[in-house]
C-alpha cells in the first residue's frame, strides 16, 4: 500500500471534542502533507513539514494542529475550534529532492463529527 | 498567490474515444507537474508525471504535454476503457517549495 498508512479509516466524534488522526510511513521521506477533501471537490492543503520538528500552515489551517517529532510520522489533531470538520482527510508523504517527486497517499481517514 | 487551474470538471466520452484534460498555472517557478486519478473513495495515484525540462512525456495510452510559455499542461487519454472513469487531479509544484499546488479535479466518465 505504498508505504505509508492511516488510522482510523473511519472516526465518529461528538461536537466539542478533539480527535488526533495518524499517519505513519516507512518509506523514509522527508516531506509529509495533510489534505482535507470534501464530496465532490478537489484536495485542500491543511499542513505539511520538510523535516522533522518542522511545519507550516496550508491554506485552511484555522482548527488544526500538527506535530512532527519523528521522521516517520506526522499527526494531525482537529480540534474543537475547527467549524466543519466532517471530512475526508489524506495524507501524504514525499522525497524532497530537486525537481519534484510523486506524493505517496494514504488510504484515508473518513471524519464524521455529529 | 499561487494557483492552478483545471478544465473541465467533468467529462463524458464513449468508451474507445480520446479524453483531454487541461490545466493552467500561475507561478513560472513550477517545475514539476504530476497527474492523480482518484477512484471513489480511494486515495489519490500517480499516473504520469513530467518536469519542466520537457515538453511531452508518454506511457501506453496516457499522455501528458507542457507549454511552458502558456503555462498549460495536459493529460491525454487514448482508446478510454470504463476503468479509466474516475477522477483526475493535476499539479504543480513550484521550485525551491514542497508545496503542491492542486487542480480542483475532472470527473471523467467513460460510456460503455
Known amino acids: 500500500d505504498g508505504g505509508i498508512t492511516q488510522s482510523p479509516k473511519y472516526l465518529f466524534r461528538k461536537e466539542g471534542q478533539n480527535v488526533t488522526l495518524s499517519c505513519e510511513q516507512n518509506?523514509?521521506?522527508?516531506?509529509m502533507y495533510w489534505y482535507r477533501q470534501d464530496p465532490g471537490q478537489g484536495l485542500r492543503l491543511i499542513y505539511y513539514?520538510?523535516?522533522?520538528?518542522?511545519?507550516q500552515k496550508g491554506d485552511i489551517a484555522e482548527g488544526y494542529s500538527v506535530s512532527r517529532e519523528k521522521k516517520e510520522s506526522f499527526p494531525l489533531t482537529v480540534t474543537s475550534a475547527q467549524k466543519n470538520p466532517t471530512a475526508f482527510y489524506l495524507c501524504?508523504?514525499?522525497?524532497?529532492?530537486?525537481?519534484?517527486?510523486?506524493?505517496?497517499f494514504g488510504p484515508g481517514t473518513r471524519l464524521t463529527v455529529t | 498567490g499561487e494557483n492552478v487551474e483545471q478544465h473541465p470538471s467533468t467529462l463524458s466520452v464513449q468508451e474507445g474515444d480520446s479524453a483531454v484534460i487541461k490545466c493552467t498555472y500561475s507561478?513560472?517557478?513550477?517545475?514539476?507537474f504530476p497527474w492523480y486519478k482518484q477512484e471513489l473513495g480511494k486515495r489519490p495515484q500517480l499516473i504520469i508525471d513530467?518536469?519542466?525540462?520537457?515538453g511531452e512525456k508518454k506511457d501506453q495510452r496516457i499522455a501528458v504535454t507542457l507549454n511552458k510559455t502558456a503555462k498549460h499542461f495536459s493529460l491525454h487519454i487514448t482508446e478510454t476503457q470504463p476503468e479509466d472513469s474516475a477522477v483526475y487531479f493535476c499539479?504543480?509544484?513550484?521550485?525551491?517549495?514542497?508545496?503542491?499546488?492542486f487542480g480542483t479535479g475532472t470527473r471523467l466518465k467513460v460510456l460503455a
Open positions: 501524504a508523504s514525499s522525497s524532497t529532492g530537486t525537481g519534484g517527486s510523486e506524493q505517496y
Open positions: 518509506l523514509n521521506h522527508d516531506a
Open positions: 513539514s520538510q523535516i522533522v520538528n518542522d511545519f
Open positions: 507561478d513560472s517557478a513550477s517545475n514539476y
Open positions: 513530467i518536469r519542466s525540462n520537457v
Open positions: 499539479a504543480a509544484l513550484t521550485s525551491g517549495t514542497y508545496k503542491y499546488i
